[in-house]
């Protein structure tokens, strides 16, 4: 059994994934193996187009792991551990509590404009609050990543949370666009 046979085949036997599915992504650029999991979206790539291994898309919300950089028992790994972390600290709670750290550091992240500043605020507020709460990482950096994930929507305004229920609403009045074509489609055939 191949590396990416033995992932899908152990994703697809994990709790609340859905939607697994291998094909090309316009989001990472290549083909690759997605799936979701509690309304978020996850990208298995192999390629060496992608600089980190490892990473969040915080404007689309997605997360890309390259597995030819792991064995597949740490792609497992990463993503189990991914999965718990996110269901506690992805929450629009976690974005208004680093909204508070920040405004108690006198971040000035109110006017910042683009990624890289986005990004070094977030890393700084996301290492504060590391070290404030004793919490300790793995060795794959999940939970300094997670984290720095909610920082970077505290720092530029994004609820978690509403904009996972916006994209199901979305997802539903698209599906029922759909049903209503489908039952439009089969009266103009009778």
């Known amino acids: 059994m191949s590396i990416y046979e033995e992932i899908k085949t152990a994703i697809m036997g994990m709790e609340g994934v859905t939607d697994v599915c291998y094909g090309y992504s316009e989001k990472t650029n290549c083909y690759c193996l997605h799936f979701t999991n509690n309304d978020r979206k996850f990208y298995l790539v192999s390629s060496t187009k992608h600089s980190n291994h490892f990473y969040n898309s915080y404007f689309e919300d997605f ?3 390259d597995y030819s950089y792991y064995t597949p028992k740490d792609v497992i790994s990463i993503l189990k551990r991914l999965f718990s972390l996110l269901s506690v600290y992805d929450t629009d709670n976690m974005v208004d509590e680093m909204e508070a750290l920040a405004d108690a550091m006198k971040l000035d992240y ?12 977030a890393s700084i507020l996301a290492e504060r609050y590391i070290n404030d709460n004793h919490l300790l990482d793995d060795e794959y950096g999940v939970l300094y990543t997670v984290i720095e994930h909610v920082c970077i929507n505290a720092v530029i305004g994004f609820w978690t949370e509403m904009r996972r229920q916006a994209k199901r609403k979305n997802k539903e009045r698209k599906k029922q666009k759909r049903k209503g074509r489908a039952i439009i489609k089969r009266r103009d055939n009778l």
């Open 63 to 65: 997360w890309v792991i």
């Open 110 to 121: 109110e006017y910042a404009d683009d990624d890289d500043q986005w990004e070094k605020l």
